[in-house]
């Protein structure tokens, strides 16, 4: 079966987008569940200190994964313009030199993130009880880096000639491996959190291997040795908009991980039930990411037709349709919150009752605000889409700054809501920036 690609310049805004989410959001389904799964099996199986070491490398382990994430999407801008623009030649070129920026990228990402693991999670000031673990999750994922990076520059290939069918085919067979391969590593062979992160590795393996075969099959996907040219005009304008949404990931997980050494310094006991909540961050946001690459690549499609209208027209329809996915998960969180941190929690433990009230107001306070994380995905992508990357680059600052100085000042004056609230001040900060320019830069272009 040939992968599908889809022209979003043409047919109804709202329903394009759309139809582009929905497998995306699917994908993400499968995608937090194994994450979930794997939180869920090293907290029961292994115990409160090895879901505390976990919840130590969240944010430095999201740093490598977005900082991938972020130059195989700001590569794939290009090519869904391109795309968009029917200069099928010109897409090859950019797709070929993408690819091998990309593979350039993961040699130099992975040596830089080995050698710094330990001094970075010894200055976030982990536990001694939990930095043997948090070091052997991180080096083992690190190691994996070049993995990572294959699937992100595969699916954001397929994503921006708008194929989402098979990156979410690829997500559900990964989600499939990795949960049996979670049980059998951790559970099984008593592996524990090194377990954990070897099933997260080979499961994405998986996933790009039947990517890469589907890319075989799509026509318009075949290039040849003669596209391979790396001239400095391309290189210059892929990095141009990948790097500065590298940056922006980089920034934005450098709060995170300032902000994490601040929970640190609260114990063992409120990280567990910190993380317990985090790990749910990804279901929180599963409709925002999916909207998120679907204004990306349809905006980018867009412009690359010249049709300017039916960029405003279907950034504000995704708008809507993104504050209504927020509002119907606040009011599962609200009424299943409680359940789900306690999946993540072993029982028998006897601080998991305090675990689990740490871990469920910080879900609540999210769950609250979290049409601010929507909006913010959506002016974000439609930027980055017509070919902005700096003024996200520029929000990923103010979320930095917004989060270090929330967490830094309102513990003194409420507590551990200070901590929970520093995420929700991060959100509202960006989404004001973006909001602004996102309005200024379609008036430029409808003027």
Request: aromatic letters at 10%; charged letters at 10%.
């Amino acid at each position: 079966m040939n992968a599908v690609s889809k022209n979003m310049t043409q047919g109804p805004a709202g329903r394009q987008i759309f139809l582009f989410a929905l497998p995306l959001m699917l994908g993400n389904v499968f995608q937090q569940a194994y994450t979930l799964v794997d939180t869920a099996v090293v907290g029961q199986v292994v115990g409160v200190n090895a879901l505390a070491a976990l919840g130590a490398t969240d944010w430095f382990n999201w740093m490598s994964v977005s900082v991938c994430s972020g130059l195989t999407q700001g590569f794939s801008i290009r090519i869904a313009q391109l795309y968009g623009a029917k200069q099928y030649a010109d897409m090859k070129k950019s797709l070929c030199v993408s690819l091998l920026l990309a593979f350039l990228s993961a040699v130099v990402i992975t040596g830089l993130f080995l050698f710094l693991s330990a001094p970075v999670l010894t200055l976030m000031g982990t536990s001694r009880e939990i930095l043997g673990d948090a070091l052997l999750y991180v080096r083992i994922m690190f190691g994996g880096i070049p993995i990572v990076m294959t699937y992100n520059w595969l699916s954001a290939v397929l994503r921006s000639i708008g194929n989402g069918r098979t990156p979410l085919a690829a997500m559900g067979i990964a989600s499939v491996c990795n949960i049996l391969l979670d049980l059998l590593f951790v559970a099984v062979f008593g592996w524990g959190i090194a377990g954990a992160a070897a099933a997260t590795l080979i499961a994405q393996a998986v996933s790009c291997v039947y990517c890469f075969l589907h890319i075989r099959k799509t026509p318009v996907l075949h290039f040849s040795r003669a596209d391979f040219q790396p001239t400095r005009d391309l290189i210059r304008r892929l990095f141009m908009l990948g790097a500065p949404m590298g940056i922006q990931n980089i920034i934005i997980s450098i709060g995170g991980m300032i902000l994490q050494s601040i929970v640190n310094t609260f114990g063992v006991i409120f990280v567990a039930g910190f993380t317990a909540a985090n790990k749910l961050y990804g279901l929180l946001e599963i409709a925002a990411i999916s909207f998120g690459f679907s204004v990306s690549t349809y905006t980018g499609q867009n412009l690359g037709a010249k049709e300017y209208g039916r960029i405003r027209r279907g950034v504000r329809e995704g708008a809507l349709m993104a504050v209504a996915a927020s509002l119907l998960i606040t009011v599962l969180m609200f009424l299943a919150g409680h359940l789900l941190v306690g999946f993540f929690i072993d029982r028998s433990d006897p601080n998991a009752a305090q675990v689990a009230v740490y871990g469920r107001h910080f879900l609540y306070l999210m769950a609250a605000f979290l049409s601010v994380l929507y909006c913010l995905h959506i002016y974000r992508s439609a930027l980055q889409g017509m070919g902005n990357t700096l003024i996200p680059l520029l929000s990923g600052i103010a979320e930095l700054c917004m989060r270090i100085l929330a967490a830094l000042i309102l513990p003194g004056f409420i507590g551990e809501y200070g901590i929970y609230s520093a995420e929700i001040l991060a959100w509202a900060g960006a989404l004001a920036i973006l909001y602004i320019s996102y309005r200024k830069s379609l008036k430029k272009l409808l003027s």
